[in-house]
């Protein structure tokens, strides 16, 4: 089946830093892609999205960019804050239209 | 807010009990998913349903069934809890289309001893 899957498993930046989590992804037909981030005794949350028809898509201090060539997929966060440690993983759709394949996560920690 | 609430957030059973696990969702999403989430091995899918009395098999669904009675519950259902069932348990729900993905309850940790 897909697999997603992630480059590091553990990324430290300093506070007020700017980080970058890569995943790729395996299924070329996949449409939309989802970044979650899971904080600590939480559950997975929606950060942001973005569709198989888009390169570029920007929130509040972060920014998804999909390069559909290579099938990668990264998360920026600008200004990273303590509030940012968490893991994120990142999740395609597949074929399915209902079934999302999610990545194994990479935990994000900030260092004052 | 909308919301998927799970019963329990840490359980613990001993190896052989009957286990439930109960998750609830009040956005009237047609879809809802059990996974079970381990160090290193991310989210696998356990069972999902796309409408009440409907189930289907994830990746993983041995030793494990589901019940969806209603459209706001999804159940989760260890026949006999083994060591290996150890884990985080995490219920979702989503619309039909599945844009903006799933969203998720907080998680029930079960230990089985």
């Known amino acids: 089946g897909e697999s997603v899957g992630l480059h590091l498993p553990t990324l430290s930046v300093q506070e007020g830093d700017n980080s970058i989590i890569n995943c790729a992804y395996s299924n070329s037909a996949s449409d939309y892609f989802i970044w979650y981030k899971q904080e600590s005794g939480k559950g997975p949350q929606f950060i942001i999205d973005?569709?198989?028809?888009?390169d570029k898509r920007q929130g509040q201090r972060v920014t998804v960019l999909l390069n559909k060539t290579v099938k990668h997929l990264s998360l920026q966060i600008a200004a990273t804050q303590p509030g940012d440690s968490a893991v994120y993983f990142c999740?395609?759709?597949?074929?399915?239209?209902?079934?999302?394949?999610f990545g194994s996560g990479t935990k994000l920690n900030v260092k004052p | 807010d909308v919301k998927v609430t799970q019963s329990s957030r840490y359980l613990v059973k001993r190896t052989g009990e009957k286990v439930f696990l109960e998750c609830v969702q009040d956005?009237?999403?047609?879809?809802m998913f059990w996974y079970r989430q381990d160090p290193g091995l991310g989210l696998r899918l356990i069972y999902f349903?796309?409408?009440?009395?409907?189930?289907e098999k994830g990746d993983i669904p041995e030793g494990y069934s589901v019940s969806r009675e209603k459209k706001e519950r999804f159940s989760l259902i260890l026949e006999s809890a083994s060591t290996n069932q150890t884990s985080m348990y995490l219920c979702?729900?989503?619309?039909?289309?599945?844009?903006?993905?799933?969203?998720f309850g907080s998680g029930t940790r079960l230990t089985v001893v």
């Open positions: 956005m009237d999403h047609e879809n």
């Open positions: 999740a395609e759709r597949s074929n399915n239209f209902n079934k999302f394949y």
């Open positions: 979702a729900s989503s619309s039909g289309g599945g844009d903006y993905g799933y969203t």
């Open positions: 349903s796309y409408d009440v009395k409907m189930k």
């Open positions: 973005i569709r198989s028809n888009m």
